[in-house]
T-cell receptor, first 114, second 112 residues
Framework: EAQVTQNPRYLITVTGKKLTVTCSQNMNHEYMSWYRQDPGLGLRQIYYSMNVEVTDKGDVPEGYKVSRKEKRNFPLILESPSPNQTSLYFC?????????????FGPGTRLTVL | DQQVKQNSPSLSVQEGRISILNCDYTNSMFDYFLWYKKYPAEGPTFLIS?????DKNEDGRFTVFLNKSAKHLSLHIVPSQPGDSAVYFC???????????FGTGTRLTIIP
């Protein structure tokens, strides 16, 4: 089944404790992206990657890191999480050739930072 | 600065009637517009899109209209069904398609 998977789905952590949210897709997509969803703000793009070893900042990159060592994986790293990073996070992917914004989304990771 | 705006946080429509969801944008560089649908505890799923060179695109019960001069697009769902109850996000991208800018979403409730 073609899908984008994220782990964990739910995470409660404390301020300053480094964490990684994994994202994997099995569709051979070149493009991958991370978003956060907050009430009243919609989805905002954190980082995106056009291909392996190519990453770029979205609209809200502060406090986050990403890496793209393999085509299928795009982990989101919070080196020192803070309460304002409590949010619902989505990973997405797509082909570049017919991209035009048509992205496949994972099921989401709900993160709480205490 | 919210470049894509959905001014109605919620909308209730009777089953069988038309649902109209609206979206306004400010960035004249946007080239492609999309609607995504989101159910609780799931990620958004692509619904329908329209290029800036068109003013209408239809897919079954779903039609998207684009008014470039007014920087406005709308999604029409006819007839509305209970399974259409979800949050709908409007999104836009510039010609590079590298970044998607989303609106804040409209929660649509279809009343049986």
């Amino acid at each position: 089944e073609a899908q984008v998977t994220q782990n964990p789905r739910y995470l409660i952590t404390v301020t300053g404790k480094k964490l990684t949210v994994t994202c994997s897709q099995n569709m051979n997509h070149e493009y991958m992206s991370w978003y956060r969803q907050d009430p009243g703000l919609g989805l905002r793009q954190i980082y995106y990657s056009m291909n392996v070893e190519v990453t770029d900042k979205g609209d809200v990159p502060e406090g986050y890191k990403v890496s793209r060592k393999e085509k299928r994986n795009f982990p989101l790293i919070l080196e020192s999480p803070s309460p304002n990073q409590t949010s619902l996070y989505f990973c997405a992917s797509s082909f570049l050739r017919d991209h035009m914004g048509k992205q496949f989304f994972g099921p989401g990771t709900r993160l709480t930072v205490l | 600065d919210q470049q894509v705006k959905q001014n109605s946080p919620s909308l209730s429509v009777q089953e069988g009637r038309i649902s109209i969801l609206n979206c306004d944008y400010t960035n004249s560089m946007f080239d492609y517009f999309l609607w995504y649908k989101k159910y609780p505890a799931e990620g958004p799923t692509f619904l329908i899109s329209i290029s800036s060179i068109k003013d209408k695109n239809e897919d079954g019960r779903f039609t998207v209209f684009l008014n470039k001069s007014a920087k406005h697009l709308s999604l029409h769902i006819v007839p509305s069904q209970p399974g259409d109850s979800a949050v709908y996000f409007c999104a836009a991208s510039e010609v590079s398609y590298e970044k998607l800018t989303f609106g804040t979403g409209t929660r649509l409730t279809i009343i049986p």
